[in-house]
């Protein structure tokens, strides 16, 4: 990688990796070395989370493709959450959802549902060492119909399939806890944990975060 040419983002747009793939067969230990010191860069680095979960996946039987991906972040559908307190990130995450979803609102919605657990620990934890009780928590949500459903307590029938498991999201709206509002998706920063996007979005995100590159701190 000594001579490599830089790479201004983490993963190309698109880009499906894939295990039914015939391609020439890598070493399964150099992979697995080259994979472990970037997840341990996820503590620090949220912008890795999500490049580094697809290319972890293939770590059994990878395949050159899966190497090359791996090399792009070297150079340099998921779920994916990011809170931020006093305009720092504090806690992440970018993992593949428990099931799969039907739709784009229901993609979004079982997205923000995995990530209410840890926000409402996250609101006890701060109001425990602070001694106040904080306002509800903002919730940044790209899509209108997910934030209907998380306020609405009726059942629809083209819903059940996902009211009951993901119910805990809207008791903790209707206690208060929680305040969905909606964003544009071109600043959701948690987009950057779910996908591969492009150099300029990816930067812009990547400075929402808080993270500079070395040159800008000089």
Aim: proline share 4%; aromatic share 6%; charged share 25%.
């Amino acid at each position: 990688m000594e001579n490599c040419n830089i790479a201004l983002s983490l993963a190309e747009p698109r880009l499906q990796l894939t295990k039914s793939i015939e391609e020439e067969d890598v070493d399964p230990t150099f992979y697995r070395k080259l994979i472990g010191p970037l997840r341990y860069l996820c503590n620090t680095r949220p912008d890795l989370a999500y490049s580094v979960g697809i290319v972890s996946r293939f770590m059994e039987k990878p395949k050159s493709s899966h190497l090359i991906a791996v090399k792009k972040i070297l150079r340099k559908s998921t779920a994916g959450y990011m809170f931020f307190n006093g305009g720092a990130p504090i806690s992440w995450c970018s993992k593949k959802e428990p099931i799969v979803a039907l739709s784009s609102y229901e993609d979004e919605y079982i997205a923000v549902s995995l990530s209410t657990c840890q926000v409402i620990w996250l609101k006890n934890l701060i109001e425990e060492i602070s001694q106040d009780k904080c306002e509800a928590v903002t919730l940044k949500i790209d899509n209108v119909s997910a934030i209907n459903l998380a306020k609405n307590p009726i059942a629809h029938g083209r819903r059940k399939h996902i009211e009951l498991r993901f119910q805990y999201l809207r008791e903790q709206v209707n206690n208060g806890n929680l305040a969905p509002i909606h964003c544009r998706s071109e600043e959701q920063v948690a987009d950057l944990l779910t996908k591969a996007v492009t150099v300029q979005v990816f930067e812009k995100l990547r400075s929402e975060m808080g993270i500079e590159t070395a040159d800008n701190m000089n």
